[in-house]
């Protein structure tokens, strides 16, 4: 399987977003994660030196290999390229990070991951919000759509309760309704305006989600619980 876009490189520059999201679900973190679709380990890198056992799982080639490379001497992360359905263990976590997007039947995934959470394990979904900013970029990068809150409400597996369901990036949703509208025929963003985004607007927008109560923006935090 090959992976169809670059911007796995681009965001691996938006570190404060990175760190923004691991402040959010880092005390739900327990023994044991299975990072599905880890990429180049963007997110990986701000828990690695937790001492938790990790499993990386990436179906792209590329990616796996690179992953394999870049962990090679860390005795408690081990790297798969299998679909989650395929791996047998259970764990304590099950980590979905701008991932359910790429997955034709989102809703048997979900379902899937929460078979293969422990009792009171955690499954922490990241995903795009709003499909009417849907653009060229989804689409080049394989995204099948973006998601709105009531679809993890809809959705919530019945051995399950929402801990965290959150809409996260404010500002990040007018910047991107704004690139939609004056650069149209654009597919990637340019680095330039990841890092401006990362570095000037992500520290503005994680005050911004904390006064309008994470009730609006451009990503979708969920973080189930399974109850039994």
Known sequence: MKYPG???????????????IFFLIKKFLKKYILE????IGSFTKHYIKSNKKILLTDLDTSNFIFLKKKYLKLNNIKVLKNKTNKINNKF???IYLNVLEHIKNDKKEINIAMSKLNKEGYLIILVPAHQKLYTKF???IGHYRRYG???????????????KLVYLDFVGYFL???N?????KEIYPSLTKIILWD???VPITIVLDFIFFYKFGKNILCIYKKTN
């Open 6 to 20: 670059k911007e796995l490189e681009l965001f691996d520059h938006a570190t404060i977003f990175q760190r923004y």
């Open 36 to 39: 599905v679709g880890a990429g």
């Open 92 to 94: 304590d976590n099950i």
């Open 138 to 140: 989804d689409k080049e």
């Open 149 to 163: 809150i009531n679809f993890f409400k809809k959705n919530k597996p019945r051995n399950a309760n929402i801990q």
């Open 176 to 178: 991107y309704f704004l």
């Open 180 to 184: 939609k509208l004056f650069f149209k």
């Open 199 to 201: 570095k000037i607007f």
